[in-house]
């Protein structure tokens, strides 16, 4: 199963709505069922060098089928991820990016969202996958 165009515009809809309520302004990304760019959006006034950090948030949650935070603590000095982030032409393994699930509970694509405090970035992007 993938998610489809439609599905992604809803998701990215929901996840700046979000930022909007928390006064942020995200880099929001949405990758397919095989950690392909489906749809982007960067919020007027979002950090530049945030686009990249969402769209590889987005493809390190789909590539482990979890949230990247959940990575990252994993990923620290003598845990067993330890330096996973130089893997796949670099991941990112702080709090942003989700796994995307249909009704059934498959994993249909991911979200990654950046551009403000890593707390933010993940309400906003568990805002987005909840949409679907």
């Given at each position: 199963m993938n998610?489809?165009?439609s599905q992604a515009?809803?998701?990215?809809?929901?996840?700046k709505e979000k930022s909007r309520s928390i006064d942020t302004k995200m880099n929001i990304?949405?990758?397919?069922?095989?950690?392909?760019?489906?749809?982007?959006?960067?919020?007027?006034?979002?950090?530049?060098g945030s686009l990249d950090i969402s769209?590889?948030?987005?493809?390190?949650?789909r590539y482990f089928d979890m949230n990247t935070g959940i990575?990252?603590?994993?990923?620290?000095?003598?845990?067993?991820?330890?330096n996973i982030e130089h893997s796949n032409n670099g991941l990112i393994t702080f709090p942003g990016g989700v796994p995307i699930k249909n009704a059934s509970g498959e994993i249909i694509g991911a979200i990654g969202v950046s551009?403000?405090?890593?707390?933010?970035?993940?309400?906003?992007?568990?805002?987005?996958?909840?949409?679907?």
């Open positions: 998610i489809s165009l515009e809803k998701i990215i809809s929901a996840a990304a949405i990758v397919d069922a095989g950690a392909n760019l489906v749809a982007f959006s960067r919020m007027d006034g979002a950090w530049l769209i590889k948030k987005a493809k390190t949650a990575i990252g603590e994993l990923s620290q000095p003598g845990g067993a991820l330890y551009g403000s405090s890593v707390e933010n970035d993940h309400a906003v992007a568990e805002a987005g996958a909840s949409a679907i």
